[in-house]
């Protein structure tokens, strides 16, 4: 299971970090990401990590703005968003895969709930 929590209000410039709690498995052999969904709009990748926390990956809108982690001692994976837009306001989920890391929606095993950023102008 996985618990996302974090998300807010903020202008435009600001900052905000997301948070992905996994309980009931052994979460430090899951590869974990984050994808988000705009009202209206597909839900689209956003950010990976390895489950060893040696590698990332970006969609290149948020690349320098956004820094994914983990703490394999905390089953714990974050999502730092800094100098935030508008055009990321979206639903943001957590997301985990065995092993390799979720780039599409189709190779995410287990979803988080959800949790809302939004950024206004």
């Known amino acids: 299971q996985l618990q996302a929590s974090g998300g807010g209000l903020v202008q435009a410039g600001g900052s905000l970090r997301l948070s992905c709690a996994a309980s009931?498995?052994?979460?430090?052999?899951?590869?974990t990401g984050w994808f988000r969904q705009a009202p209206g709009k597909e839900r689209e990748f956003v950010a990976a990590i390895t489950w060893t926390g040696d590698s990332t990956t970006y969609v290149d809108s948020v690349k320098g703005r956004f820094t994914i982690s983990r703490d394999n001692a905390k089953n714990t994976v974050y999502l730092q968003l800094n100098s935030l837009k508008p055009e990321d306001t979206a639903v943001y989920y957590c997301a985990a895969r065995n092993l390799a890391m979720p780039l599409t929606t189709a190779e995410v095993a287990y979803w988080g709930q959800g949790t809302q950023v939004t950024v206004s102008s």
């Open positions: 009931g498995r052994a979460f430090s052999m899951y590869a």
